[in-house]
């Protein structure tokens, strides 16, 4: 049963700062990785896909990597802005759904 | 491009009572997705439609049953609501079929008394 992880649950950093987001997947037969945000009392954004066949994807300050042997993606975010408060959500399609992380809520103080 | 609507976005409903959500596509989407998400469990698949026929079903017990329109409208419903039921109940859109790309809407938040 794929089960997906991510570390930390709570993220805070001081505007500017670059940072890192992990999110680990326990089957590696994945078709996909996705990257979402979650803006209070809104719906879900998609940020970045990463083909399971792709090593990463980048858009704008945004940088996903995939490493499917290990089980692993990470979201790069670089000089980080308080628009950048949400929650970002991992997700991976798995026998045709998507299973979720629990998230990481990211505040980014001014 | 109007984006995927969602109606209602608040509901308040009693236990044994049940429920309908309706969700619009974006214009030319054929792919429909359900999501529930509660803070005990995360966000979790329920179910997709393409083409008016369930195409995948998460693990949720038989009261949650939806379905889709030939203008690929679709509706979820949850019959004999429980509390445990309370939720943000989300809704994708997508071209086709597993498509890559997903287009949430705002949710619907169902809070069961």
């Known amino acids: 049963k794929q089960e997906v992880t991510q570390i930390p649950a709570a993220l805070s950093v001081p505007e500017g700062e670059n940072l890192v987001l992990n999110c680990s997947f326990t089957d590696s037969a994945i078709y996909n990785l996705q990257w979402f945000r979650q803006d209070p009392g809104k719906g879900l954004t998609s940020l970045l896909l990463?083909?399971?066949s792709q090593r990463e994807q980048t858009s704008g300050r945004l940088n996903a990597s995939l490493d499917k042997s290990s089980g692993r993606s990470t979201l790069y975010i670089a000089a980080s802005q308080p628009g950048d408060s949400a929650t970002y959500l991992c997700?991976?399609?798995?026998?045709?759904?998507?299973?979720w992380g629990a998230g990481t809520k990211l505040i980014i103080k001014p | 491009k109007a984006g995927v609507t969602q109606t209602p976005r608040y509901l308040i409903k009693t236990r044994g009572q049940q429920v309908t959500l309706s969700c619009s596509p974006i214009?030319?989407?054929?792919?429909v997705s359900w999501y529930q998400q509660t803070p005990g469990q995360g966000l979790q698949f329920l179910f997709e439609y393409f083409s008016e026929t369930q195409r995948n079903k998460g693990n949720f017990p038989g009261r949650f049953s939806g379905r889709q329109f030939s203008n690929s409208r679709s509706e979820m419903n949850v019959s004999t609501l429980e509390l445990g039921d309370s939720a943000l109940y989300l809704c994708?859109?997508?071209?086709?079929?597993?498509?890559?790309?997903?287009?949430f809407g705002p949710g619907t938040r169902l809070t069961v008394l």
């Open positions: 990463i083909q399971s």
């Open positions: 997700a991976v399609d798995s026998n045709y759904q998507l299973i």
């Open positions: 994708a859109s997508s071209l086709e079929l597993r498509a890559d790309t997903q287009y």
């Open positions: 214009s030319g989407h054929r792919s």
